[in-house]
């Protein structure tokens, strides 16, 4: 069963492929519109903004916080409960450095504040940070799917993993539309489709 679309589409399969499609469209404007030089950098409102724009056009709940607690496999993400609390002190989290600002990435997806589409508006999130505190950015063509699902899944216990991959892939092509896009290009192998369980409440 595919979540409940503004495109009436019922596959969960052909929900994904037209997601891929409407974002990376989305992703493209946000970017050549200058909209994207706009945002907050390292706030969830500039996170839910990203959210917004790449998903307006598929889902009610673009750039709102999810409503269900979900979970993947084993692990539970943040409980809706608390996830409000979560993402204040992810606010306040400090972005100084390369460590600080992959730990800060780390607990923004354990945060998962969104009911769908977290990896991929907070891979653009992520880069944002990186593009203000660091001069670079991922070219996410040099990351390995496999290599970084594993340590994403590690780091909530270690994240020494996920450090190591995101720094071998760092770029200082920093204003490259084209390493922009390869983070929404990867989107569809990062998203992990259709793995998600959640509680309605």
């Known amino acids: 069963m595919a979540l409940q679309n503004k495109l009436g589409i019922e596959d969960s399969s052909d929900l994904a492929r037209q997601e891929e499609i409407f974002t990376k469209r989305r992703a493209k404007e946000l970017y050549e519109s200058g909209k994207i030089n706009e945002l907050e950098i390292g706030t969830y409102k500039g996170l839910s903004e990203i959210h917004y724009f790449l998903f307006q056009d598929i889902y009610d709940f673009a750039g709102k916080m999810r409503q269900v607690n979900l979970s993947k496999g084993n692990f539970r993400y943040a409980p809706l409960a608390y996830l409000e609390v979560s993402l204040k002190n992810i606010e306040q989290m400090s972005q100084n450095n390369f460590d600080e600002i992959v730990e800060k990435y780390v607990e923004m997806n354990i945060a998962h504040?969104?009911?769908?589409?977290?990896?991929?508006?907070?891979?653009?999130?992520?880069?944002?940070?990186?593009?203000?505190?660091?001069?670079?950015?991922?070219?996410?063509?040099?990351v390995d799917k496999d290599d970084y699902l594993m340590a994403m899944e590690r780091s909530p216990i270690k994240d020494t993993e996920i450090k190591q991959v995101l720094k071998d892939a760092l770029t200082d092509e920093i204003d490259s539309r084209d390493i922009f896009m390869k983070g929404i290009d990867h989107s569809y192998y990062f998203e992990g489709y259709n793995e998600f369980k959640a509680e309605e409440l």
């Open 113 to 142: 504040p969104f009911r769908e589409g977290n990896g991929r508006s907070t891979r653009i999130w992520l880069d944002l940070i990186f593009k203000k505190e660091l001069k670079k950015v991922v070219d996410w063509s040099k």
